[in-house]
């Protein structure tokens, strides 16, 4: 089955400044990936997704970027602010009824 | 606002006990999961459906079963509950395959 890898497991980042998370994935039939953001005490949220027929996504601060040669897909957060501050996780799916498998989740502290 | 309604934010069961988990969405989605959340493990799927009294197992389904009466409500059961099932359970839905899932916001169970 789908196998899910993200990295790295912690990132603190300088207000303003850029973070990534990476996320590897085993299964070339992937083609559907999405990213959740979950907040203290809340389930996740879908932040932004992207599917296996483009390369990249914007969405204000927010990128996706998709790799299906080296099976690799990230998150950029540009400008970063206190209410980034999260852990964010990645998954992947291909689609069978659409069950996603998601990596270990990143958490993210962005200092003031 | 669509939403997914977790019963409880918080339980706290005796081992042995049947506990029951519910969740209900507002919004027609053919799919319901149910996830356990664990430090450092991410989200693991236990059961899901993709349609009325329909179910499959997921990743961790030991220990547990499911119930789906009706589209709108997905009962997750604890037969006989042990401390190892301590965890933050967390509901989602989606409307068909490769969509993103709307998550509720997490029961956190402890089994004492």
């Known amino acids: 089955g789908e196998n899910v890898e993200q990295h790295p497991s912690t990132l603190s980042v300088q207000e303003g400044d850029s973070a990534v998370i990476k996320c590897t994935y085993s299964?070339?039939?992937?083609?559907?990936f999405p990213w959740y953001k979950q907040e203290l005490g809340k389930g996740p949220q879908l932040i932004i997704d992207?599917?296996?027929?483009?390369g990249e996504k914007k969405d204000q601060r927010i990128a996706v970027t998709l790799n299906k040669t080296a099976k690799h897909f990230s998150l950029h957060i540009t400008e970063t602010q206190p209410e980034d501050s999260a852990v964010y996780f990645c998954?992947?799916?291909?689609?069978?009824?659409?069950?996603?498998?998601f990596g270990a989740g990143t958490q993210v502290v962005v200092t003031p | 606002d669509v939403k997914v309604t977790q019963s409880s934010r918080y339980l706290v069961k005796r081992t042995g006990e049947k506990v029951f988990l519910e969740c209900v969405q507002d919004?027609?989605?053919?799919?319901m999961f149910w996830y356990r959340q664990d430090p450092g493990l991410g989200l693991r799927l236990i059961y899901f459906?993709?349609?009325?009294?329909?179910?499959e197992k997921g990743d961790i389904p030991e220990g547990y079963s499911v119930s789906r009466e009706k589209k709108e409500r997905f009962s997750l059961i604890l037969e006989s509950a042990s401390t190892n099932q301590t965890s933050m359970y967390l509901c989602?839905?989606?409307f068909g395959q490769g969509d993103g899932y709307t998550f509720g916001s997490g029961t956190r169970l402890t089994v004492v």
């Open positions: 919004m027609d989605h053919e799919n």
């Open positions: 998954a992947a799916s291909r689609g069978s009824w659409g069950k996603l498998q």
């Open positions: 299964d070339s039939a992937s083609n559907y």
């Open positions: 992207i599917r296996s027929n483009v």
């Open positions: 989602a839905s989606s």
């Open positions: 459906s993709y349609d009325v009294k329909m179910k």
